[in-house]
């Protein structure tokens, strides 16, 4: 038992890692784990999975996350960008260029935080349930919100709050963890084309049996669905009825699924489109959440999860090389207190 709980949410691994864990399953990205990645390298070929930083475009996927906006940073009051340094001495040739940007850190390619999801849990078995996070970090106190609106905006902060911000279960935490290992590709556009498809544990199955795919311990499981590819192809000018109706999401309510992943051993879960699951998911049920799939892996199990990875490309030369392992090399920014990274993982096969 720990200070924060003295009960767990049924089905998690809460304390199975210690009192104080803030990783989750990327435990199980051990030494050996990394040297059985290493090897699936036999061509050298190197696949960039991310898209670039201003896709998808708009704020079509969530009204709430913003492009980036790139600016160039200052320099004695002037701008920085192709800044003639004979200002500041007249011997000097060089021109200097610097910037800045302001990012929503969960717009394009990303991971999701420990800290992203959490859900309301009687921790202490008081019969009072309290908002709360992997293995017991509460909110309010662990995660931590600024006061009010004021100190939510674009412009006019400097620097990084000291008083708002993940306190535990920050993106940092998987940033130095490494997350390098065994990647697996499923590829279900392969066999359900670009229909929206709401996949289930049968549907999953029948799948990687097709395939001869094997999901083990410490395994970095993606998805393939195509819906980045599409995205890609809108040019920054994506379709809400396309997306809408388009691509495989996982059943995030199907039990089966959610006790596969458990019993899996995996690591982590990747996605290309924009949530993994089928999002949001109808209340009630039976994990009262919208995001049921996010509440079972980031909540109960502390599996991250990566979304709007571009897999297409990855995908479609590992079943032309009849093969589904690869080596996944995948760190976020090390930005302390963040809930969600911008990631450019790289595999390599």
């Known amino acids: 038992m720990t200070a924060r709980w003295t009960r767990r949410p049924d089905g998690s691994n809460w304390g199975d890692f210690g009192p104080d864990?803030?990783?989750?399953?990327?435990?199980?990205?051990?030494?050996?784990k990394v040297r059985e990645a290493a090897g699936e390298i036999?061509?050298?070929?190197?696949?960039?999975?991310?898209?670039?930083?201003?896709?998808?475009?708009?704020?079509?996927?969530?009204?709430?996350?913003?492009?980036?906006?790139?600016?160039?940073?200052?320099?004695?009051?002037e701008v920085n960008m192709n800044f003639d340094f004979r200002k500041k001495n007249a011997d000097s040739k060089d021109v200097l260029s610097d910037d800045l940007a302001i990012l929503h850190l969960q717009y394009s390619t990303q991971w999701d935080a420990l800290s992203h999801v959490g859900s309301r849990f009687d921790v202490d078995g008081a019969g009072v349930e309290k908002p709360v996070y992997y293995n017991g970090f509460a909110a309010g106190e662990d995660v931590v919100g600024p006061t009010s609106t004021d100190d939510c905006?674009?412009?006019?902060?400097?620097?990084m709050s000291s008083t708002s911000g993940a306190k535990a279960l920050g993106i940092e935490n998987m940033a130095a963890a490494g997350v390098q290992g065994v990647g697996v590709m499923i590829d279900l556009r392969h066999h359900l084309g670009d229909a929206r498809t709401v996949v289930g544990y049968d549907q999953l199955m029948r799948i990687l049996e097709s395939d001869d795919v094997s999901v083990e311990k410490g395994d970095m499981v993606c998805f393939h669905t195509g819906l980045a590819d599409l995205i890609l192809g809108m040019k920054k000018h994506p379709d809400p009825a396309t997306l809408a109706s388009s691509c495989a999401v996982l059943d995030g309510n199907d039990r089966k699924l959610l006790n596969w992943i458990t019993d899996s051993g995996l690591a982590t879960i990747v996605a290309d489109?924009?949530?993994?699951?089928?999002?949001?998911?109808?209340?009630?049920?039976?994990?009262?959440?919208?995001?049921?799939?996010?509440?079972?892996?980031?909540?109960?199990?502390?599996?991250?999860?990566?979304?709007?990875?571009?897999?297409?490309?990855?995908?479609?030369w590992l079943r032309q090389a009849g093969r589904s392992r690869f080596y996944l090399s995948a760190p976020p920014l090390r930005l302390p207190g963040a809930v969600g990274s911008p990631v450019s993982p790289v595999a390599v096969v």
């Open 21 to 32: 864990d803030q990783i989750g399953r990327l435990n199980y990205l051990t030494p050996a």
């Open 42 to 77: 036999r061509e050298g070929l190197v696949f960039p999975l991310s898209l670039p930083l201003d896709y998808p475009g708009g704020n079509v996927l969530n009204p709430n996350r913003l492009p980036p906006i790139l600016r160039p940073s200052l320099r004695d009051g």
């Open 153 to 159: 905006g674009l412009v006019g902060n400097v620097g």
């Open 273 to 316: 489109n924009y949530a993994v699951e089928d999002f949001p998911s109808s209340l009630p049920n039976t994990s009262c959440s919208i995001l049921p799939l996010h509440h079972h892996c980031l909540f109960k199990l502390g599996i991250h999860l990566g979304e709007l990875w571009h897999l297409t490309p990855l995908a479609e």
